[in-house]
Structures are given as structure tokens and as C-alpha cells.
């Protein structure tokens, strides 16, 4: 039987975190809905009291991200869980109202009165936010820092605006799409930053890479962004260079520079995922995935 909401959503956890700040950068992968098992992750890092200073996060990632700076537990999950068949947020009136398969103005409005962001927090000066959008113009990435942006919330709508299905999203008089476009898991930013304690949240297992003879279609990318070659470029190589950042990722955690919470098996769900016990499972996991690895956590941050 499906069904349009979870049905175990009364249950996921509620309350706000700690205001204990842990020195260091957190680095959250985006993915659609496969961020259910990461803000499982973030849920249980805040119950903990680990609320890391500094949050970057790309396209769905951007939208955990954004939910962990104002430590409100719970709160990503129960949208997506109960306003997955909200066709408002996903759907028809979403595609209308906001030119794109995700309805922004209903996660940052009509979401916001039913369970208000706490803003406070997110805007607390000792608390850093970025997001990672991908400069149509340009294809480069640019990195939106709360401080520093014009409106970080439409920076937000622009990291998580899916190329193809989504037109681009003016933030401070230039056009951008998905962050993943250009970087998906930006360790490069994290360490040039100078965090010396950088954790990365991914939402594909550690051995995952993809089959560039299948799942990259660059003929694609060039011919519907053909007004916007250098971003049908990056579109067309972000596979290939997704690939690098894992090798990347990977090679950093052996050498113990960085910590890494993978999902502890393959994440079988699509970008726009219908079955919501199936998202309700993968956000469980998330949740007993964290656990299982906040030992191996707090040896890498001494606490």
C-alpha cells in the first residue's frame, strides 16, 4: 500500500539543539531526495550537541544545511516526508509557480508558518552558512555566503534548482542553477577555507562512482543549453569530475584530514522519489548510520 505521507512522521525527532559550537566545517552532499539518509546524519549530530561552525552544502544539501545552522531537528525531514505529494512542493503547481520542479515559495513560505525556521539562529554572527551555485554565464561554481549575499534563501532556491527541469535563478543580478552542476561535494572550498576539522556527509556509499559510458550524455548538455556553452560544458563533465572529488574524498580520509559519513549501503531511490516509506527507511538509516559512526567521530575531533 502507498501512501502520501509517511506514515511513522509523528515520530521523527523535534526539539532544537544545543547552542554549543564545534569548531570545524561540515560538508553536505546534494542528491534530491537522497538527502533523507543525510539529514538522518545532521539529526542525530544535533541531538548530540555537534553543531559544527560552519555549514556548506549543495543543492539539496544547501537545504540540510540550512536547517542544521538553525538547529532545528527534525524539521528537513518532516517536509519532505509529509510534502512529498504536496504538489505544491513537488508537481504541477510547483512547475507553474516557480518554473521548476521544486516549489521554493512553498518551502520557504507556507513550510515557514507551519513549523517557522528559527532565524535567530541561522543568522547567528558565530555561525557560518554557504551554498554552492553554478553561474550559467560562466559554468563556474560560486559559493553564497549568508554574510555576504544579497538573499541567501534565493541562493538556496538557486543551488537546488535541477538543470533541465528548472530555469535559471537570478541571485544578486547574475542567473545560476544547481551547485551540482559545477562542484557536488565541495571538500576543495572546506580546505582552502583553512577548517582544520572538515567532516563530509555523503549521500552515495563510499565505493560508488558513476559509469561515465552510460550516465554521461554531454550531446545533451550542448544542445538544450546551447545559449550557455561553458555551463552545458561544466553540466557535461560534472560526472567525470564527480568521480575525481570521491577519489579525492577518499584518499583525504585515509590520510585522517577528513571524516566521512557514507550511507552503509547503496541509496536506491530516484531524485524525485514517490514511495515514502522508502524515504522514511532511508531517513531511519541515516539515522543508524550516525550513530554507528559518532565514535569513530569524536576520536577525530578529540572530544
Not at 559550537?21 to 533523507?36: D, N, P
Not at 548538455?221 to 546551447?226: D, G, M, T
Not at 570521491?246 to 531511490?269: A, N, T
Request: proline share 4%; glycine share 10%.
Amino acid at each position: 500500500m502507498t501512501t502520501n505521507i509517511f506514515t511513522g512522521v509523528d515520530a521523527l525527532p523535534r526539539g532544537s539543539a544545543p547552542s554549543t559550537i564545534t569548531e570545524g566545517c561540515i560538508v553536505l552532499e546534494g542528491g534530491a531526495f537522497r538527502a533523507l539518509h543525510e539529514e538522518g546524519i545532521l539529526d542525530v549530530l544535533m541531538q548530540e550537541g555537534i553543531n559544527f561552525q560552519c555549514a556548506i552544502g549543495v543543492s539539496a544539501g544547501a537545504l540540510s544545511g540550512a536547517n542544521y545552522i538553525s538547529g532545528q531537528i527534525g524539521r528537513a525531514a518532516r517536509s519532505n516526508l509529509t510534502y512529498r505529494h504536496d504538489q505544491r512542493f513537488v508537481g504541477p503547481t510547483a512547475l507553474v509557480r516557480n518554473a521548476g520542479i521544486i516549489g521554493f515559495d512553498f518551502v520557504f513560505d507556507e513550510m515557514d508558518k507551519i513549523e517557522p525556521m528559527d532565524k535567530a539562529r541561522f543568522y547567528d554572527p558565530k555561525r557560518r552558512f554557504v551554498c554552492v551555485g553554478s553561474d550559467v554565464e560562466t559554468g563556474l561554481a560560486t559559493y553564497f555566503d549568508r554574510d555576504t549575499c544579497g538573499d541567501i534563501f534565493q541562493a538556496i532556491r538557486a543551488s537546488a534548482s535541477m538543470p533541465y527541469v528548472s530555469k535559471p535563478v537570478e541571485v544578486d543580478g547574475r542567473y545560476y542553477l544547481d551547485g551540482g552542476s559545477s562542484v557536488k561535494i565541495p571538500i576543495e572550498w572546506a580546505l582552502n577555507q583553512g577548517y582544520d576539522r572538515i567532516v563530509v556527509v555523503r549521500t552515495r556509499d563510499k565505493v560508488f562512482r558513476h559509469d561515465l559510458s552510460k550516465d554521461s550524455n554531454p550531446k545533451r548538455a550542448f544542445r538544450f543549453y546551447r545559449k550557455y556553452p561553458h555551463f552545458a560544458q561544466a553540466l557535461a563533465d560534472s560526472y567525470a569530475n564527480y568521480n575525481k572529488e570521491c577519489d579525492r574524498i577518499e584518499q583525504l580520509e585515509k590520510d585522517g584530514r577528513i571524516f566521512v559519513f557514507y550511507p552503509s549501503e547503496p541509496v536506491d531511490v530516484g531524485h524525485v522519489e514517490s514511495d515514502m516509506e522508502k524515504l522514511g527507511q532511508l531517513y531511519y538509516r541515516g539515522v543508524d548510520d550516525a550513530k554507528a559512526q559518532l565514535p569513530g567521530l569524536r576520536a577525530y575531533l578529540g572530544m
